[in-house]
Nanobody, 122 residues
Framework: QVQLVESGGGLVQAGGSLRLSCAAS????????MGWYRQAPGKQRELVAG???????NYADSVKGRFTISRDNAKNTVVLQMNSLKPEDTGVYYC????????????????WGQGTQVTVSS
C-alpha cells in the first residue's frame, strides 16, 4: 500500500508565504516523478510544479519566480515553498507521485495525496 501524506497549507494574506510538504510511504520500488497540482473552485486541476528523477524541474508559468519545488529522493519527500502568494493561488493543492510499487514491480502508476487547502486573502 502506497500513501502520500501532505502537510502545510492554510490561510495567508496576499504577499505571504506557505510551505507544503508531502511524504510518500509504503511499498515503493521507485519513484519516477513527484509534484504538486492545484484545483481552484470551478476549474480543472493543473500542474503547479513537478520534478522528475534525474533533476528536471518544471513550473507553471503563473508561479515561476515565486514557487520553488525541492525533492529528497532518499526520504521520498517533496516540498513546495510558495512565496509572494496571490489570491489567484487559492485552491486545493494535491501531491502527486508517479511510481512503481514494490508489491507488483509494474507501472509506473499515478498516486495522489488527499489535498490541502491554500487560501490567499486580498
Amino acid at each position: 500500500q502506497v500513501q502520500l501524506v501532505e502537510s502545510g497549507g492554510g490561510l495567508v494574506q496576499a504577499g505571504g508565504s506557505l510551505r507544503l510538504s508531502c511524504a510518500a510511504s509504503g511499498s515503493i520500488f521507485s519513484i519516477n516523478a513527484m509534484g504538486w497540482y492545484r484545483q481552484a473552485p470551478g476549474k480543472q486541476r493543473e500542474l503547479v510544479a513537478g520534478t522528475i528523477s534525474g533533476g528536471s524541474i518544471n513550473y507553471a508559468d503563473s508561479v515561476k519566480g515565486r514557487f520553488t519545488i525541492s525533492r529528497d529522493n532518499a526520504k521520498n519527500t517533496v516540498v513546495l515553498q510558495m512565496n509572494s502568494l496571490k489570491p489567484e493561488d487559492t485552491g486545493v493543492y494535491y501531491c502527486n507521485a508517479v511510481l512503481v510499487p514494490s508489491t507488483t514491480g509494474r507501472g509506473p502508476y499515478n498516486y495522489w495525496g488527499q489535498g490541502t487547502q491554500v487560501t490567499v486573502s486580498s
